[in-house]
């Protein structure tokens, strides 16, 4: 999108801080709620045989669908489902990209332009746990060649592109640094245990072992298992409920790769597999009509024996 409309969607929103919670498999408790807000109550019989059915397996909805005496779920009936172990996030917004043609490989757009970001940043909980274990310095595990937060502590972001004159946006990826930097951390913790040592050196920081096994042991683990799902769940629900728009496409990993000239360094490719799968996303053969008709989009995508995408209807 151009780099205007991509500001003035930023200018438009709320400038306060907007809390996020996560729990486990919430995803799954918000598209089930926005299937049965759409096409009202349904047989829980019949929400098992459709695409969603799968979602029903999780242990999230066991006590909720032993309630449903009748056979039915409403939408109301997913709001009672709250476990006690939850994550809070700051969500924020900020702008990536260049729309001169030569240089926006450099910033892997699927087509010239902006990408607004979607930076899920951690909460203060954190931050505190953080500086009395590791320091002051927030930046030790940012990396600010990506489109991190300029005033938080960014757990992760999601990049998308749209178009509201075809209602269509793009997740063109989500991506953390966070979780590969701290686990450098833990490396040269271990070392230093093995060794006998009470502190070791981590970009010039003095750190010493115990309060780093204090954070680690903190926050590792339980932002881990969460940070892909709770992303891409923040991005969906930020385009849906925000923006507006309810045709969401996910990059598949070949075609996301030749669109994005991503040749070396690959990301994961779980996230561009499994991950949409997870999210009942489908697959399909043809992406945004904004991106098909990008001149140099067509390009990339005539290097490919075959196009995939994954799409939803939210």
């Not at 829980?44 to 999230?60: C, I, Q, R, W």
């Not at 360094?265 to 996303?281: A, G, I, N, V």
Request: with cysteine; charged share 25%.
């Amino acid at each position: 999108m151009q780099a205007k409309l991509a500001q003035e969607i930023i200018d438009c929103l709320p400038k306060d801080r907007t809390l996020f919670t996560y729990y486990k498999d919430y995803y799954a408790a918000y598209l089930l709620q926005r299937n049965l807000l759409r096409n009202g109550p349904s047989q829980v019989a019949d929400l098992k045989k459709s695409k969603l059915g799968k979602l029903m397996n999780k242990p999230l909805f066991t006590s909720l669908l032993a309630r449903c005496g009748s056979g039915v779920l409403r939408a109301e009936d997913i709001e009672t489902l709250w476990p006690q172990n939850y994550e809070s996030y700051v969500l924020t917004l900020g702008t990536w990209g260049r729309e001169r043609v030569k240089r926006y490989r450099y910033y892997q757009t699927s087509r010239p332009g902006t990408n607004l970001v979607l930076q899920m940043n951690f909460c203060n909980r954190h931050d505190q746990i953080y500086r009395h274990c590791i320091g002051n310095d927030l930046d030790l595990f940012k990396f600010f060649a990506h489109p991190i937060s300029d005033t938080r502590s960014t757990l992760a972001w999601a990049r998308i592109d749209l178009d509201f004159n075809t209602g269509e946006a793009l997740i063109e990826e989500i991506q953390n640094d966070w979780l590969r930097e701290v686990e450098y951390l833990a490396d040269e913790m271990k070392l230093a245990i093995k060794e006998k040592e009470k502190a070791f050196c981590y970009y010039g920081l003095d750190i010493y072992v115990d309060r780093a096994m204090t954070y680690l042991q903190s926050e590792i683990n339980r932002h881990k298992a969460l940070w892909s799902e709770a992303m891409l769940s923040a991005a969906i629900k930020f385009l849906v409920e925000e923006i507006g728009i309810n045709t969401i496409y996910y990059h598949s990993f070949e075609t996301g790769a030749a669109l994005k000239h991503i040749n070396y360094s690959k990301p994961p490719r779980s996230l561009y597999t499994k991950l949409p799968r997870q999210f009942c996303f489908e697959t399909v053969n043809e992406g945004p009509s904004f991106i098909a008709g990008d001149k140099q989009a067509k390009r990339r995508l005539k290097t490919l024996k075959k196009q995939q995408w994954f799409r939803m209807a939210a």
